[in-house]
């Protein structure tokens, strides 16, 4: 049974037609102990389903320690959200992912699922929405920036 109802589908695929760069959705699971790994798995399967330009990479969290680290995933389900690039090297087309960072734990549903549909579009776009004198500030930052929010169904 589909999570996502038909009208919300065809809206999306709508949306989705305004996609500027490839987008990939690099999900992390686990076999054992993941309550909501199927679930998570499944809608991103659905969303990814309505526009050519998002995938769904998938890695298990046990066995792919590489990129565990490289995306420096803590728990599952987790997902990585990354515009996929084309650089043309010596008449060739090379494709290499861009990482904002922007990670979601747990399942994209309810707000959160408007928060993915967004995200999903900023990272295609690579521009943040924040505005100039906003961009002027995080410039001026010396040390990382670890920023995490928080969000509950009730």
Do not use: W
């Not at 330009?53 to 995306?71: C, L, M, P, S």
């Not at 900023?122 to 010396?142: F, I, P, T, W, Y």
Request: proline share 3%.
């Amino acid at each position: 049974m589909a999570l996502l109802k038909d009208n919300d589908s065809e809206q999306l695929s709508r949306e989705f037609a305004r996609l500027q760069n490839p987008v990939k959705l690099v999900l992390f699971t686990s076999a054992e102990g993941c309550e909501y790994c199927g679930l998570t798995e499944q809608l991103l399967g659905e969303v990814a389903g309505l526009s050519d330009k998002i995938t769904v990479q998938g890695h298990d969290f046990e066995r792919d320690r590489d990129q565990v680290a490289q995306y420096r995933i803590a728990r599952v389900p987790a997902l990585a959200i990354v515009r996929v690039e084309n650089q043309v090297i010596q008449g060739v087309d090379h494709a290499h992912d861009r990482d904002y960072g922007i990670r979601f734990y747990g399942v994209p549903a309810g707000y959160e699922f408007a928060a993915l549909i967004s995200d999903i579009f900023d990272v295609s776009r690579g521009e943040s929405g924040l505005n100039e004198q906003s961009k002027q500030m995080l410039a001026q930052l010396k040390e990382p920036l670890h920023l995490q929010v928080f969000s509950t169904p009730t």
